[in-house]
């Protein structure tokens, strides 16, 4: 059984910085995985997603130049480098997984962890 875990939200101020990790573990698979996000009262969204490689990633227009997604060195781990912090950046985030997915659609994930919250504020 997989098991999706997101670490590393917290509290930033505006212009600031945060790193969000995630680890998909219990399988042998090389899954693509993705974090999306879900603004207080609003739809989850896309965030980012990187290929099962690293070789492909893909960003939301939003986030575009800020955030940065990469693959950690363990398998099945990711990061989300997030700089210039907005306060429409505050949300719940969660990291999915999955293998052949269409990175921007959330119900191409199987595999979804519980999320971690992030709040960008002065």
């Known amino acids: 059984q997989v098991h999706v875990l997101e670490s590393g939200g917290g509290l930033a101020q505006p212009g600031g910085s945060l790193r969000l990790s995630c680890v998909a573990s219990?399988?042998?698979?090389?899954?693509?995985m993705a974090w999306f996000r879900q603004p207080p009262g609003k739809e989850r969204e896309f965030v980012a997603g990187?290929?099962?490689?690293?070789?492909?990633?893909v960003y939301a227009a939003s986030v575009k130049g800020r955030f940065t997604i990469s693959r950690g060195y363990a398998d099945n781990t990711i990061n989300l480098e997030m700089n210039s912090l907005k306060a429409e950046d505050t949300a719940v985030y969660f990291c999915?997984?999955?293998?052949?997915?269409?990175?921007?659609?959330?119900?191409?994930?199987?595999?979804w962890g519980q999320g971690t919250q992030v709040i960008v504020s002065s």
């Open positions: 999915a997984a999955d293998t052949d997915v269409d990175y921007r659609n959330p119900r191409g994930y199987g595999y």
């Open positions: 219990g399988s042998s698979y090389h899954y693509a």
């Open positions: 990187i290929s099962y490689n690293g070789a492909n990633t």
